[in-house]
T-cell receptor, first 108, second 114 residues
């Protein structure tokens, strides 16, 4: 059975304090790994898609990387507006399988 | 441009009532997905359409849940005889062709069954 585990469950950072979120997965044939951001009361907002080990993508203060067993979302010098839940999902077949997310809070 | 829209945004139902949740995907998107998200959890897959064909309904939790997309555009998720455990946010997503492309999500419908 496909499984996605995200850690930590919650993370509190001060503004400017860089860190990484982890997404480890077991899946029979990975076709893609997705990162989404979700704000309270809203639907997930697409951030990145990674398709193969070694791939990296960047957007503003976020950088996503992928290995054969896990993905990292690196946040460099975060700002309070980066506070959200970050969801990782794998694409093995016809549907996305999500992790439970990491709730990130960035304080001044 | 217009994204995925869902209505209603909030729905309160009495236990035993039937409810219908609507999803308008991004124009031209072939694939449409429904997910259920419980509080503090990630979305869980319910069902998937490609045009009007329902290709996967393995995530529907019981035969009280039914989804349709008769003209390959708007979709409706219907829940019959609602139970308290049906309380959740129901998310709709669409993608351009197959599911491998990025899925774009709507804002969700928050269902509360009393």
């Amino acid at each position: 059975e496909d499984q996605v585990t995200q850690s930590p469950e919650a993370l509190r950072l001060q503004e400017g304090e860089s860190s990484s979120l982890n997404c480890s997965y077991t899946v029979s044939g990975l076709r893609g790994l997705f990162w989404y951001r979700q704000d309270p009361g809203k639907g997930p907002e697409f951030l990145f898609t990674l398709y193969s080990a070694g791939e990296e993508k960047e957007k503003e203060r976020l950088k996503a990387t992928l290995t054969k067993k896990e993905s990292f979302l690196h946040i460099t010098a975060p700002k309070p507006e980066d506070s959200a839940t970050y969801l990782c999902a794998v694409w093995p077949a016809s549907k996305l399988t999500f992790g439970t997310g990491t709730r990130l809070q960035v304080t001044l | 441009g217009a994204g995925v829209s869902q209505s209603p945004r909030y729905k309160v139902a009495k236990r035993g009532q039937d409810v219908a949740l609507r999803c308008d995907p991004i124009s031209g998107h072939v694939s449409l997905f429904w997910y259920q998200q419980a509080l503090g959890q990630g979305p869980e897959f319910l069902t998937y359409f490609q045009n009007e064909a329902q290709l996967d309904k393995s995530g529907l939790p019981s035969d009280r849940f039914f989804a349709e997309r008769p003209e390959g555009s708007v979709s409706t998720l219907k829940i019959q005889r609602t139970q308290q455990e049906d309380s959740a946010v129901y998310l709709c997503a669409s993608s351009l062709v197959s599911g491998k492309e990025t899925q774009y999500f709507g804002p969700g419908t928050r269902l509360l069954v009393l």
